[in-house]
């Protein structure tokens, strides 16, 4: 059962999840990369790419370590 957001929420997401997918691609990291230097599953990172998740502020954190930006460039 997924969560339901509103146009304004999805939105939020979505641009959240294309900033990272466009920092990954910069850095020359496929999803599993990402994924494994991260701790976190390739599948989430997926979901997190194309704004299905609700992103936590310690797995934006974990992420953006990865990417070796500031959490605050992700967002």
């Known amino acids: 059962m997924g969560a339901t957001y509103?146009?304004?929420?999805?939105?939020?997401?979505q641009q959240i999840g294309e900033r990272i997918k466009n920092l990954?691609?910069?850095a020359?990291?496929?999803?599993?990369?990402l994924a494994f230097s991260c701790d976190?599953?390739?599948?989430?990172?997926g979901s997190v790419?194309?704004?299905e998740r609700n992103i936590?502020?310690?797995?934006?954190r974990k992420i953006a370590k990865a990417l070796k930006v500031?959490?605050?460039e992700l967002v």
């Open 49 to 51: 790419e194309r704004g």
């Open 28 to 33: 020359n990291l496929s999803q599993e990369k």
């Open 24 to 26: 990954r691609i910069e």
């Open 6 to 13: 509103s146009k304004d929420e999805k939105l939020f997401l």
């Open 56 to 60: 936590s502020a310690l797995n934006i």
């Open 40 to 45: 976190l599953d390739r599948t989430y990172i």
């Open 70 to 72: 500031k959490p605050s």
